[in-house]
């Protein structure tokens, strides 16, 4: 099914001491954004989802958030920002989550109301099974994305500290993260291919967890 407004990859910082580094603490605005996007995704699942529900000019006002959020994640992670920059960024994507979930909240009781008066049962993120392995596919990604990020900002602010294939595989696993985000999100695929993507996102965060605890054991 075409898809009415689109769904937000999460932010996930580069390994690159150049590009992050800079005195300035990222990881905050990035967090920030990053949940206003989770909740505008579930949101627009919603609307993707059930075509016609909504009034177009609420979607219309969807898509335009949804515009502000990717330029907001592109300016947090590799903007030429200063500390100032990036608290007024936070500030706005923790103002936006609020607001989004009140916008989810107010969907899911219209549901629950009309469920309470058909005896039915739906909820935002329900529908075919293959939905409940999609779930756990950006869950997965989405757990090891966000703990990436806190590893390239370690890395980033601890020149050396790793050796040089972990840092050359972070680099591109920074890849790796956006493209399985955007297969589990968009991404046509099988249940099958779901389950792998959720294997994936697991290995990949217990290897960082591993990766990090490594240096812990140094320390």
Request: aromatic share 8%.
């Amino acid at each position: 099914m075409k898809k009415i407004i689109t769904t937000i990859l999460l932010a996930v910082l580069c390994v690159s001491f150049a590009a992050c580094g800079g005195g300035v603490d990222r990881q905050p605005a990035i967090d920030a954004i990053n949940e206003a996007s989770t909740i505008y995704n579930q949101i627009a699942t919603f609307v993707n989802e059930n075509p016609g529900v909504i009034p177009e000019e609420y979607v219309n006002t969807l898509a335009d958030i949804a515009e502000v959020l990717v330029q907001n994640q592109e300016l947090v992670v590799n903007g030429d920002v200063t500390q100032e920059n990036l608290d007024e960024l936070e500030a706005w994507g923790k103002n936006s989550a609020t607001q989004l979930q009140k916008i989810l909240d107010a969907i899911n009781n219209a549901i629950s109301d009309e469920d309470d008066a058909t005896g039915g049962e739906e909820d935002v993120t329900g529908g075919e099974n293959v939905d409940l392995y999609r779930d756990e596919a950006i869950y997965a990604v989405t757990e090891a994305a966000t703990f990436f990020n806190n590893v390239a900002m370690f890395a980033n602010e601890n020149p050396g500290i790793f050796a040089q294939e972990d840092v050359d595989y972070l680099t591109s696993l920074a890849d790796e993260l956006v493209y399985y985000q955007d297969v589990a999100i968009n991404g046509d695929v099988t249940q099958e291919e779901l389950n792998d993507i959720t294997t994936w996102g697991y290995s990949v965060y217990n290897y960082l967890t591993s990766l990090m605890g490594s240096i812990d054991d140094i320390g």
